[in-house]
């Protein structure tokens, strides 16, 4: 029996305690945006760290400016490619907590369609994710007495709050950091029966933009016609954002993207994404964005412009004849490889400029800048999660994009000179983020094993 | 003497009785629009109901399905015009109380750049005008012992929330409020020196609308770039309201209005309406509306489009890539004569349809729908108004439009087959619904000796 399969058995043999400590993790209520929750958010932390100490780790808790970042090195066999893992332990609020059907930190174990899962905040993102890769470090020590190579664990506290204090922490400790790639498990498969390994991510920017009129709130009987309505100026202007093929009208938006490869292109062919039924899981049937480009370009490799709020004037019951004097809305691109984030919020400020009437004040406030990324396909590493997922799930894992951000990814990029593998076993209806969050547990099962894969394949180089 | 100057004479005398009476009335913080007040607002009645009975009139507090109406007749010499006064003894809601110099429901008498004024809420809307009016009567009766015409008096408490319930009283009461006239002193002057007949009145239609998208709230990573947007969808509709002349675009929006008389056209040339310093006022240089048009015609004589509300998506502080399900807006026409309240509703709502995606769903709220009123300029109770104003001011009224609504000046057309004298006597400056509402003293004197003056001439008939 082969090293990995050994770990397998054991993994197999011990599915209750590896639950049962993923299950106790779930019952810390560690939403990092609620200060009533900090205590809560340390527990969690130090659940992990003795997690990791228990397996042999140099684990402690190190301070940031917010909540704790979980870091824990430990050598190994002294050989072989430095893995860093990264994951978080904190997770979104639970609210609204009347659409639950069980109580968001009393993780329950009921049957779904896929067999059983567990439901609770952070079933999935990113405890349970997370759970699943320390399960698999914990079959390897268990078996062989240490890890099969040398491995840093950097579990952060402030992911779903936008990493802010992260990306200094990584800069502050390089060395302790070093390591050859980083493993993420914050991403889905393609569906239940294919794995799939995330390999590029479309980068945000985010703008608030206030347009301001009149001094004062003003009667629109009596200033109707005359005066600057600030929400007819607003709207007017972001009506004109986009064209009606979808095309994003902000000068040079489109400059320098480059088109998808043709293998890739093929590869998300054959794919056979069925539009019809993603968009029909949410009540629509007709895509919007740019009608020449297939619905996954769409979704993973082309950019965005999405007004995410708006408000101003009476938002209350009835009516009332007001013209305020002021709108706000708060609007994402989100941006493909190629494209420069400076740049395009430059352009969208001066076609908002150009586009409202003299008399109209613009403010902008700029909540994220961060740009397209895409993951080396010809890497050692790469390879290694492909034969892992393969050998799992007895078919090769696919190559797709993700329409979304991991900000993380690109600090470790720009601050370590690391690539990621983006290896993770989600799935579309886990309801991350929402009521009802859920991680099935032939998921949590077959991402665990494959984790003992990928470092049997790393160790075996 | 004449009897008009006798009963000017006496109102001088009284001066002080009037002001603590109208002082009295200001304390009963009668605001209808909260339920908590409701007791206030029959004290407020009930004070006025006194104050006619005190004067002879058969007064009494009717009930409708909100506040009570105030009912008072006289029959005064048993021929003559039969006038029937009407107005408000409600007001708006006093907050934000923060920005008040005083108490707004203790009324403090200070000097200001036209002399002493009185600092209340409802010091001039409308308990101050009709303070005034009263202040008039009073005069009369306690010269000559009765009223010089045959007078109903009309007081509702509801005109600061919609007036719901007049329109059924009115229509119910038909015979009780049999007149020749209506009086109404909700308006104001052209400036503190010139006194005005207000002789046109914008309509408005007022619609909410809700275009929804996709069945729930979406991740924008996830879904931007296929899923419809509801905001974009709704700002893009919207923007394409007016084009960049400000003409509005919605079909058949300018079918059967008439241009205004030429008569009118000069006398509103004549006033020398000083849109440069109207605009600067409140912070603005560059009017809107119809470029080809003169100010005083944008402001009340065509009609214009307002959005006065719009919200949707996420409305916190700093970011969240959300794409909601839905977004509203509310947004209002005001009209002139000639459009079609109705028709113009339902224009509005094709373009909208045929403006956003086929997947959008949109659902519209009406909140009030009122054509544009023009008032005869050629009768004999305005040449009557006219006459008591331009002996008591030294100098002829001019005739204004006013760019707002009086809903129940329609009301009384239709129910009684009644015209208005709209004789106000506000100033641009008193704050209405605003903080630190005032009202001049002069303006009130003025204004009481005014409507004695009416009177008069009405009696001499």
Request: charged share 25%; net charge negative; with cysteine.
């Amino acid at each position: 029996m082969s090293r990995t399969d050994a770990a397998l058995t054991h993994f197999e043999s011990h599915l209750d305690a590896a639950m049962a400590r993923w299950m106790d993790w779930l019952r810390i209520p560690s939403v990092s945006a609620q200060p009533a929750h900090a205590a809560d958010c340390r527990r969690a932390a130090e659940f992990a760290r003795a997690e990791l100490a228990a397996m042999g780790f140099a684990a402690a808790l190190r301070e940031t400016a917010g909540h704790p970042v979980v870091l824990a090195t430990h050598p190994g066999p002294g050989r072989g490619p430095r893995l860093l893992y990264y994951g978080h332990y904190d997770v979104q609020p639970a609210e609204p907590l009347e659409l639950w059907t069980s109580p968001p930190f009393e993780p329950a174990v009921v049957e779904g369609r896929n067999g059983k899962r567990v439901v609770a905040r952070g079933a999935v993102d990113d405890k349970g994710q997370v759970s699943m890769w320390l399960a698999a470090l914990r079959a390897w020590h268990e078996t062989i007495g240490t890890m099969p190579c040398p491995i840093t664990v950097l579990i952060e506290g402030e992911e779903e709050v936008g990493s802010l204090n992260l990306a200094p922490f990584v800069a502050a400790h390089r060395e302790e950091l070093a390591a050859d790639i980083v493993v993420v498990s914050d991403t889905g498969m393609w569906d239940i029966d294919t794995p799939a390994l995330t390999t590029s991510l479309r980068g945000l920017c985010y703008v608030e933009v206030k347009l301001t009129a009149a001094s004062r709130d003003l009667h629109s009987g009596v200033y109707g016609g005359e005066a600057l309505n600030p929400i007819n100026a607003l709207t007017a202007a972001l009506g004109r954002l986009r064209d009606d093929k979808g095309r994003i009208l902000v000068p040079g938006f489109y400059d320098n993207i480059r088109d998808i490869s043709p293998r890739k292109a093929n590869q998300w062919a054959s794919l056979g994404f069925d539009e019809r039924a993603f968009l029909g899981e949410i009540g629509l049937s007709i895509p919007v964005g740019e009608q020449d480009r297939t619905p996954l370009e769409r979704l993973w490799a082309r950019p965005t412009c999405d007004i995410n709020g708006i408000w101003g004037g009476y938002m209350g019951p009835g009516s009332k004849t007001v013209i305020p004097s002021e709108a706000v809305a708060k609007l994402s691109f989100r941006l493909v490889p190629g494209q420069d984030p400076a740049r395009i919020v430059e352009n969208f400020k001066a076609f908002m400029r150009a586009n409202v009437p003299a008399d109209a004040r613009l403010d902008f406030t700029l909540f994220g800048l961060g740009e397209g990324l895409e993951i080396a396909t010809d890497s050692r590493f790469l390879a290694a999660a492909e034969k892992a997922l393969g050998r799992e799930y007895g078919r090769n894992p696919v190559l797709i994009g993700s329409g979304g951000s991991i900000p993380v990814v690109e600090t470790f990029r720009k601050e370590l000179g690391l690539d990621s593998v983006l290896m993770g076993f989600g799935l579309d209806d886990d309801q991350v983020h929402s009521p009802n969050e859920k991680f099935d547990l032939r998921c949590f099962c077959k991402g665990a094993r494959s984790h003992i894969r990928l470092l049997g394949e790393l160790a075996a180089e």
